[in-house]
């Protein structure tokens, strides 16, 4: 997997989707869209932030049709370049870039060469889009590229530095550049501002964990801006924004950092990656590297206590007086749930009612997260908010 092309197995993990799914990213953005459309939450497209200015009571943002709108927070959700990081004055310290990539959908008057290429630099590749009448080219530059916009003439240097020939490139659909640069906001937060997905943290883009982590910042910091803005919890709480999820983002930057690395094809990184492949091939380290490449064994430290304290929940398939259901159907309305695995009807949370969802469950199986292994059931859990 990634961009050092390792396989890696995941069939035996203790999770419902045990294998790797990739789509391309339009699909991801009209999936989301769709879901955005459900929501009763107003937007405003085609307008972007071009300034603000916080007080102790909220934030007064400045659009770039002129107009304004007062929050009471604001999350800069605005890519690397962003603003709203650069205008609250978080500095972005890390690496600059090593390699830059280009990506598109072209036509091609000459047939390519179809499939994966490893460079000195690292992995090319040629593939066909859904409709066959395109094709899609992920190329390394032979030099570091500049900016975010290159041109068709970019594209066509790059395939003859690889290929020997452009193949006749034309008719782009689209055309883009990543960099393997990695950065990491210095705080995740100053006072009424917070930063989330690229705003935070840049890095390249290997198996998708910039949107995986990009959309566990949201969730982590969704419910907990809706907790202070109901007055449900105190202000504190989003401090534990930054706690949680920077440790997340640098981890991440450093392992695709490592990745980038190993898709390189000279002849050292070959050994090394042929190393690697060995040490994968072993239960233990390919576990290890799957479940923090997948995500699955994101752990927030709240203390001392049961093994599953602070982890992903699993989702289970449960057993209630009102028949089978799965724990993720309980977490749609971004509440907390009590599971209560003992005896129904021995936990009082009358003082939490409004604020908790409780249900008696029964659960025979295997308690078992990936590396962790299987741990002594509870006899109860509170899961906390995971989507909306």
């Given at each position: 997997?990634?961009f050092?092309?390792?396989p ?5 993990f ?8 990739a789509?391309w990213?339009?699909?991801?953005e009209r999936i ?5 459309g459900e ?12 300034g ?14 002129g107009a ?6 604001l999350v ?9 990081r650069?205008?609250a004055g978080i500095?972005?310290?890390g ?13 091609m008057?000459e ?7 490893r ?5 090319n590749?040629?593939?066909k889009p859904e409709d066959?009448?395109?094709?899609r080219?992920?190329?390394v ?12 003439s970019?594209?066509r240097?790059?395939?003859?530095a ?7 490139v034309r008719?782009?659909?689209w055309?883009s ?9 210095a705080s ?12 935070a ?9 910039g ?17 202070v803005?109901?007055?449900t ?6 401090d ?6 920077r ?7 450093r392992l695709?950092?490592?990745q980038?690395?190993?898709g ?6 070959e ?7 060995e040490?994968l091939?072993?239960?233990e380290?390919?576990?290890?590297y ?6 699955l064994d ?8 049961h093994p ?8 289970l398939?449960?057993v ?17 749930v009590?599971l ?5 009807g021995n936990?009082?949370i009358?003082?939490?009612a409004d ?12 308690w ?6 299987a ?6 859990m ?7």
């Open positions: 997997m990634g050092s092309f390792i890696l197995d995941i069939s035996d203790p999770t419902r989707h045990n294998y790797w799914l789509l990213q339009n699909h991801i989301m869209a769709d879901r955005v929501l009763l939450v107003k937007f405003y497209r085609g307008r972007e932030a071009t603000f200015a916080q007080d102790d009571d909220g934030v007064d943002v400045e659009l770039s049709d304004s709108l007062r929050a009471k927070y800069g959700c605005d890519g690397g370049r962003s603003l709203i650069k205008k500095e972005f310290p690496w600059d870039a090593s390699t830059s990539y280009l990506i598109a959908e072209v036509e008057a047939e390519p060469a179809w499939g994966v290429r460079g000195e630099k690292g992995v590749a040629l593939g066959g009448k395109r094709v080219v992920v190329l530059e032979p030099h570091v590229g500049k900016g975010d916009e290159p041109s068709l970019d594209l240097d790059a395939l003859i690889v290929y020997g020939t452009d193949f006749g008719n782009p659909i055309l550049r990543f960099t393997d640069m990695a950065r990491q906001a995740y937060r100053n006072r009424r501002v917070l930063l989330a997905g690229d705003a943290h840049v890095h390249a883009p290997a198996d998708g964990q949107l995986n982590i990009g959309v566990q910042d949201a969730v982590n910091l969704g419910w907990k801006l809706a907790q803005i109901k007055g919890s105190p202000e504190s709480l989003l534990s924004y930054h706690a949680e999820r440790p997340i983002g640098a981890r991440v930057l695709t950092m490592a980038t690395a190993l390189r094809g000279e002849d050292r990184t050994a090394l990656r042929e190393t690697m492949t040490l091939r072993m239960d380290p390919r576990k290890r799957a479940a923090m490449m997948s995500g994101v752990h927030y430290d709240p203390g001392e206590g599953l304290l602070g982890r992903r929940m699993p989702d398939d449960l209630t007086a009102a028949g089978p259901l799965r724990v993720f159907s309980l977490l749609h309305e971004a509440r907390p009590l209560n695995l003992g005896e129904p936990l009082d009358t003082p939490w604020r908790i969802q409780q249900i008696d469950v029964r659960y025979a199986g295997t078992e997260l990936p590396v962790l292994g741990v002594t059931a509870p006899t109860a509170l899961i906390r908010p995971w989507r909306s």
